[in-house]
């Protein structure tokens, strides 16, 4: 009999909490929808809202990411690596936090992007800096030999080349033109999964975080919350209509691993920098001639300003363009070419887009008026000229020849290249002698004269050169290009 009363109750108990439950869920109960990981199930996905496109109709991130997947490629890169980047985030980022590790063979990988459908490919510096050997392998996994046309360490920018035709390329955007909170989706390799893409939005653009070295880097990066990884270096970042609007390059993390920010070079520098190394081997860098800094309030208030707006000008150069047109120390730089720079990475994108001897008009403030100059920019010598990769030896002022393995055996080196004469330049002034063998520049190996010019042609800034001369005296001499 207490059997049968305590399963009546029981039952009574039960039948009230489910309709309790199932009031709750109709009436009260948040709409959300909750999906239980069980099995290989990971992560819930959700569709994100599509866009629309005036010239392919409804243009989804679909439509974008089949565009887009075919023309990226994955690279593959051998070679030694010497330490002296330990302390540069993109290499720990690409390479792992190598510390104070001696040379070692290296074997990574990363990404690239076909911009022509013959075959030039679009990468990062940092992917193919002192690699020997260089595989591309494209989406449908045929495999290619790759050459470097030219690099340049100060945008972290590399143009690759592959004997291919009738490829499957991307075709610039533009990165002026995106929006905070616009779509865009990252295509590239991380950790040697290939073919990945991942979506995201604008998050911040002009973004300057101190990654990139050397005294002309310019750092003016698209920051986006799609998901880059480690194998993403050099893969492309694209919008809804899958055009290229960035190079992916680096990521913000304590963990080496994607946590919530990733940042691309707007294509409005890689065009430029692409179409010098195409066009010349080397990147014809303008300078306005000046030491600049934001305007932040401290530097307001000690300076009378009434705005924080802008870039700073600290001082000018005795040869710069900036001198000539008349710009002072204390002006504030406000545009280029009617372009507002409100800040220094902004300034250096837009002047990253000239050529020497290119003119720009640049608007100032000084004492609280506008004023407008005719500015005529120059190269990093003071001069219009345009440089090309061939005449890196001119401003050595030499002539090399390879040293004999007769001289090499006697010194115990295996490589290393002869000054056979000097005239004025950069190697006399440091105080080089005829003789001296060259065995390293910039801590990576010299075999051929052509190093010399590889080597020199991506350098922006401190040049550093180690060999030995006959008498077997070690030396190493330091110079700025």
Do not use: C
């Not at 063979?105 to 690239?112: D, H, K, L, T, Y």
Request: glycine residues 10%.
């Amino acid at each position: 009999m207490k059997t049968k009363r305590f399963l009546g109750t029981l039952s009574i108990a039960v039948i009230t909490a489910i309709a309790a439950v199932w009031a709750y869920s109709e009436f009260f109960q948040p709409d959300q929808k909750v999906v239980k990981a069980t099995g290989n199930q990971s992560m819930l996905y959700t569709n994100l809202p599509a866009s629309s496109s005036p010239n392919e109709g409804a243009a989804d991130l679909t439509y974008a990411a089949d565009k887009a997947v075919h023309a990226v490629v994955h690279v593959k890169v051998k070679g030694t690596r010497e330490n002296n980047y330990s302390d540069n985030p993109l290499y720990d980022f690409f390479f792992g936090d190598r510390g104070n590790a001696q040379p070692q063979p290296v074997m990574a990988f990363g990404s690239g992007v076909i911009i022509s459908d013959d075959g030039y490919i679009v990468t990062n510096n940092h992917v193919v800096d002192q690699m020997d050997d260089i595989e591309v392998v494209l989406n449908d996994r045929r495999s290619f030999t790759a050459s470097v046309i030219g690099t340049d360490p100060s945008t972290d920018l590399a143009l690759l080349k592959i004997d291919a035709k009738d490829l499957p390329y991307l075709t610039y955007g533009n990165s002026d033109n995106l929006k905070l909170g616009q779509w865009v989706l990252a295509v590239g390799n991380p950790y040697n999964l290939t073919s990945t893409v991942t979506a995201g939005i604008i998050s911040a653009k002009a973004r300057n975080i101190n990654i990139l070295r050397g005294q002309f880097a310019i750092e003016s990066f698209l920051q986006t919350d799609a998901a880059v990884n480690p194998g993403n270096s050099g893969g492309a970042l694209v919008d809804t209509q899958g055009n290229l609007v960035g190079i992916n390059t680096a990521i913000a993390s304590r963990t080496g691993a994607y946590s919530g920010n990733s940042f691309a070079i707007p294509v409005s520098i890689v065009k430029k920098v692409i179409g010098d190394l195409m066009e010349y081997g080397v990147v014809q860098r303008a300078f306005l001639g000046v030491t600049i800094q934001d305007v932040t309030q401290d530097l307001a208030n000690q300076n009378n300003l009434s705005s924080t707006d802008g870039v700073y000008v600290n001082s000018v150069s005795d040869d710069g363009s900036a001198r000539e047109a008349g710009i002072k120390k204390g002006d504030i730089i406000l545009a280029v070419n009617n372009v507002p720079t409100h800040n220094v990475s902004e300034l250096q994108e837009q002047i990253s887009r000239f050529r020497p001897n290119d003119k720009v008009k640049v608007t100032i403030s000084r004492n609280g008026k506008e004023k407008l100059f005719d500015v005529t920019l120059r190269n990093r010598e003071g001069n219009t000229s345009i440089v090309k990769k061939s005449e890196t030896l001119k401003l050595l002022g030499g002539s090399f020849e390879p040293a004999s393995n007769e001289t090499l055996k006697a010194l115990g080196i295996d490589h290393g290249v002869k000054v056979t004469s000097l005239t004025a330049g950069k190697l006399l002034k440091a105080g080089v002698r005829e003789g001296f063998i060259i065995t390293q520049i910039n801590n990576k190996p010299v075999k051929t004269v052509d190093d010399i010019k590889d080597i020199l042609g991506g350098v922006k800034g401190g040049v550093y050169v180690e060999g030995i001369y006959p008498n077997g005296m070690v030396a190493y001499y330091a110079f700025g290009l």
